[in-house]
């Protein structure tokens, strides 16, 4: 990659990270309007909405534009030439060919930007395409919780997978802490916990109180949390009793106590 591109490289990433509205005016008012001024403004916007009104209830106006403050702020919106010619530049470096203008920008409409890509292509996935970008997109990836994910113990994890992990909830947080308390997990055991509303936090103080990973298994994890057990009434049991109560126990005085 040369200095040129480079350059360009870190032009766009400034121009994705600072956006497009930089307002350096302000809008200066006067404070010397005579008190009988500001009632014939006040009178003039009455009227002006009463003929509105009026007139609206006699006119159909379908088909008509009646929201050009709502234009103005979408086209206000739109990416500037430059950061438009400099991500089409570099997605074309990456290898995906000569994009239009409205194509760059539907593609951002979608979440998908050059840096996005390139973060995504350095996280190991160097042949994705932009239709996967355009469902990353969609899904709310971002680059950090798939490399959180990575790091967390899945570094083979696919795009798809992640995107149902995502789609799904699982946190980069309950997926390394459940890897810290010595759960080996797939992909489907994650999505099977959060769905269950399986907690790290749960999970923990379960085993505190003396519980193994054998006896707490997702099967077990998911038993419980369907019917709130709780880590305090376990622990609340095992005082009254003197004992330790087994899982089956825990959700058979769960069931009986509603």
Do not use: C
């Not at 040129?4 to 200066?28: A, C, H, M, V």
């Not at 994009?99 to 840096?115: Q, S």
């Not at 919780?145 to 909830?169: F, H, K, R, S, V």
């Amino acid at each position: 990659m040369d200095t040129k591109f480079k350059n360009l490289r870190n032009d766009l990433e400034d121009l994705e990270d600072d956006g497009q509205l930089d307002f350096d005016g302000g809008i200066t008012t006067s404070s010397s309007k005579s008190g009988t001024k500001l009632a014939n403004y006040i009178l003039l916007f009455a009227f002006i909405a009463t003929l509105t009104f009026y007139a609206g209830s006699r006119i159909n106006f379908s088909g008509i534009e009646l929201n050009p403050i709502e234009n103005f702020v979408q086209e206000f919106n739109q990416p500037s030439e430059e950061l438009l010619n400099g991500m089409g530049t570099w997605l074309e470096e990456m290898g995906y060919g000569a994009l239009t203008h409205e194509e760059l920008i539907d593609l951002r409409n979608e979440g998908v930007t050059a840096t996005f890509t390139s973060q995504v292509r350095e996280a190991g996935f160097p042949n994705v395409t932009l239709e996967e970008m355009v469902e990353l997109g969609n899904a709310g990836v971002s680059a950090s919780y798939i490399t959180g994910i990575q790091d967390a113990g899945y570094p083979d994890i696919t795009l798809d997978e992640i995107i149902e992990l995502e789609n799904a909830g699982v946190s980069t947080t309950f997926t390394r802490m459940m890897g810290e308390l010595g759960y080996e997990l797939t992909v489907q055991d994650l999505l099977d916990l959060e769905r269950g509303n399986v907690t790290a936090y749960f999970t923990s103080n379960m085993l505190d109180l003396g519980y193994t990973r054998e006896e707490l298994t997702k099967e077990n994890l998911v038993r419980m949390r369907n019917i709130s057990v709780t880590h305090q009434q376990a622990e609340r049991l095992m005082n009254e009793r003197g004992e330790r109560l087994t899982v089956d126990e825990l959700i058979r005085n769960r069931i009986s106590n509603q």
